[in-house]
């Protein structure tokens, strides 16, 4: 059975470097879709209040047999608890669906900026964190400027940034940012997300050629090389298996510079000013 490695995070703490995304599993499904991955390997599961599945993620967990100081389980809340504290009731609900007694790391899900409630939001995370509900706290979607004002007004620094990013939308100055900041850099939507098309890309079919890998083990090789932390999401269990399946081998400096040209360039992807829930 293939573990991911661990990523160290900047409050001791380590996070699996690879997991499972369930977005959009409904209950059921993504009961059974984590029963498979910790079969499979998985230690690491990635939900949210927004994605309606957390009831079904902790059915899976507890059918898993798998020990909780096992698995490294995130949730993310969305706007609605923004503000005013609400992000205490918003954990509390998080963790009665999910069934636990804490999560490993608890997200903002996106800064909205516009409604200028992230920094109270933040102050609440820190008491949560402080009062053992969560291990970890951390910000999805979050620009450099965002981060540089939660810095400026809070005492914690972040974790994680859970962002959009693949090898077309590469976020570098982003990631350069973390890097100073010791925040772990986390992708969603790996592979490009639903109606992309990065996986027909012909370097990525040349290179699984190369190290007889699909075209999705070359692009979450890529993920893993740049030190960042992925959460491709499946619930069908061979695609399960191949997504963890990218240990054992590597790509090159020239492989990473062909697979470079699929770089979209800086204004790629989502825009957090301008969109979220």
């Given at each position: ?89 918003g954990l509390d609900g998080s963790l009665q669906r999910l069934g636990l007694d804490y999560v490993d790391l608890l997200l903002i899900h996106w800064p909205l900026p516009a409604r200028d409630e992230f ?16 291990r970890s706290i951390g910000v999805s979607n979050f620009k450099p400027a965002h981060l540089e004002r939660l810095l400026a007004e809070t005492d914690v620094v972040p974790a994680v940034n859970q962002i ?114």
């Open positions: 059975m293939t573990l991911a490695p661990l990523i160290k995070l900047n409050d001791g703490y380590s996070i699996p470097q690879l997991g499972l995304g369930t977005w959009p599993l409904d209950d059921e499904k993504v009961s059974a879709a984590v029963v498979r991955a910790v079969e499979a390997g998985y230690r690491h599961i990635d939900t949210a209040v927004k994605y309606g599945n957390e009831k079904g993620v902790g059915d899976g967990i507890k059918a898993s047999g798998v020990d909780r100081e096992d698995l490294f389980v995130t949730t993310k809340l969305d706007g609605e608890f923004q503000g005013n504290d609400r992000a205490a009731e920094i109270s939001t933040w102050k609440t995370f820190e008491r949560l964190q402080a009062a053992g509900k969560v959009q990013l693949s090898p077309a939308i590469t976020r570098t100055a982003e990631r350069d940012f973390h890097s100073r900041l010791g925040i772990v850099t986390e992708s969603y939507s790996p592979l490009g997300g639903s109606g992309g098309d990065l996986l027909s890309a012909p370097i990525l079919y040349q290179l699984g050629e190369k190290y007889e890998k699909t075209p999705a083990q070359v692009v979450l090789r890529w993920h893993i090389q740049q030190g960042l932390v992925t959460i491709p999401k499946s619930g069908n269990p061979e695609r399960m298996r191949e997504n963890l399946d990218v240990f054992d081998f590597a790509l090159d400096p020239l492989d990473l510079a062909e697979i470079a040209i699929l770089d979209e360039g800086p204004g790629a992807g989502n825009d957090s000013d301008a969109t979220g829930h």
